[in-house]
């Protein structure tokens, strides 16, 4: 019986959920408000009217029209947020950010040919254009076209040499291929170019604990200096440690991963069978496998 549940994308495949959220989250801004306190619903409505009285007295300022649109994002008003980016672009057809939001649209909405579609489109007009570039990446990666993925960041590495983003999203890449050479070499390049991208260190604490290689726990500390409550860092040693049989060392993890997150489903599987197997407490085991088929 193995001594820990194996979790595929503790290795290759961990972050595809992280790479999900980080597909818009560098080129759109979404603006600030003053209403933070208020409830979501309360604040969308009180925000959408103060722009649309902006409109009225500003009908062609853009910008109006794609602040409307984050909100209604935010909202998950898909089809409005759609209608006012668009409105947007039809005063401003080559604003990076418009565009970029669009594509983002588009791609929520769950039709990739369309997302895909609006994206070469973008890259014919602009064809060196790095936002552009960066979107399409990111859905070859998102499709598990690993290798297109890595081509497209390679044209865009010849425009922007210095980018530890576009390493890390190479590196994720090149893990999708299986190639976790090329992906340790993207994800250090990442971090020499800047030593606070603490999803580089987590990528490659992960490879370094599939070779059960120490420097995991080095750069699982160093994403941890920055950030101590982060779960994915605590959670990769905690892993790390129990596959070597530190079983105290490993439980410590879990429970602080557990204070942060009561909801952590494979740290509790993990309390769970540490305290089945390594540690001989049959109730405690049950309580925490219980908690795993409520969630």
Known sequence: MPSHRKINRGYYFTAVILVVLCYSSCETDVPETEEESQSPITTELSVLGAINEKIKLSHNDPELYYKKAVVELEGSNLALSLDDINRALLLDSTSDKYLNFKSDILYYQGDIKVASGFIEAWLRQSPNNKSALMKQAKLFLLTSDFQASVDVLDRVLKVDPFNPQVYFYKGMSHKGLLDSVSAIDAFQKSIALDQTYIKSHNQLGYLFSARDDKLAIRYFNQTLASDNKNIDALYGKA???????????????????????????????????LNLVDFDNLDLAIEFFTKVLKL
């Open 239 to 273: 892993f790390f440690y129990q596959n070597r049989g530190e079983v105290e060392s490993s439980r410590r993890l879990y429970k602080e991963i557990l204070d942060l997150n009561p909801e952590h489903i494979d740290a509790l599987y993990n309390m769970g069978y």
